[in-house]
């Protein structure tokens, strides 16, 4: 749970530096270049009365979500059974409660190494793995306390359009429902206004 509050956190930090990327001088001509005038007051000057907003849900997409690993143990590396610092291979299908499969390394035809509790892995897993044999199966079920945890409606950010002038170059439309890209998962746009 650690390893994720810490992710949150980390990614937290990426978004707000992702979205103070761009500068307002850099969001003034690209929306000048595009031809945007409505954006123009007469003086030629940027209206500043005029704001555009997106509200993003940094909730990750499997919060609030139980899951269920089938974990294979494959392969291990000193002792008969997995322990602390046991060196392991297995194979896992990730769904989601209503048999939705997420992730599965039978699908990329290759398992997953890691150290247990060697800090590879979030703690549930390590967990889940010791005292398993070459061999031996195990189905887990994570509630979503234990998993991704449970969706907090806080984790909102209202942010200018002009600060995600990056995502509108690559044809991002902004608009409610939409989501974008980030290196850890998709922001949903939960609401998108004109004030």
Excluded: H
């Excluded at 650690?2 to 990614?11: A, G, S």
């Excluded at 005038?37 to 500043?48: A, C, D, I, R």
């Excluded at 940094?58 to 269920?68: D, F, G, M, V």
């Excluded at 967990?127 to 044999?133: G, I, P, Y």
């Amino acid at each position: 749970m650690k390893k994720i509050n810490i992710l949150l956190v980390c990614f937290t930090a990426f978004v707000l530096v992702l979205l103070s990327s761009c500068t307002k001088e850099d969001s003034t001509n690209q929306m000048q270049s595009t031809g945007n005038t409505n954006l123009q007051s007469n003086s030629g000057q940027m209206n500043n009365d005029i704001k555009w907003t997106v509200t993003l849900d940094l909730n990750p997409p499997l919060a609030w979500k139980t899951l269920i690993f089938d974990i294979e143990m494959m392969k291990i590396t000193s002792w008969d059974v997995v322990q602390s610092w046991s060196k392991v291979e297995v194979n896992y299908k990730w769904t989601l409660e209503d048999g939705t499969q997420f992730d599965s390394s039978y699908d990329r035809k290759e398992t997953l190494p890691f150290t247990v509790w060697a800090g590879q892995m979030i703690s549930w897993f390590d967990k889940a793995v010791v005292w398993m044999k070459v061999w031996d199966k195990k189905t887990v079920k994570l509630a979503p306390a234990d998993a991704y945890g449970e969706y907090d409606a806080t984790r909102v950010q209202v942010v200018q359009k002009s600060e995600l002038q990056n995502f509108v170059k690559a044809w991002y439309k902004l608009e409610k429902w939409e989501k974008i890209p980030t290196q850890y998962w998709e922001l949903t746009i939960i609401d998108s206004t004109e004030e």
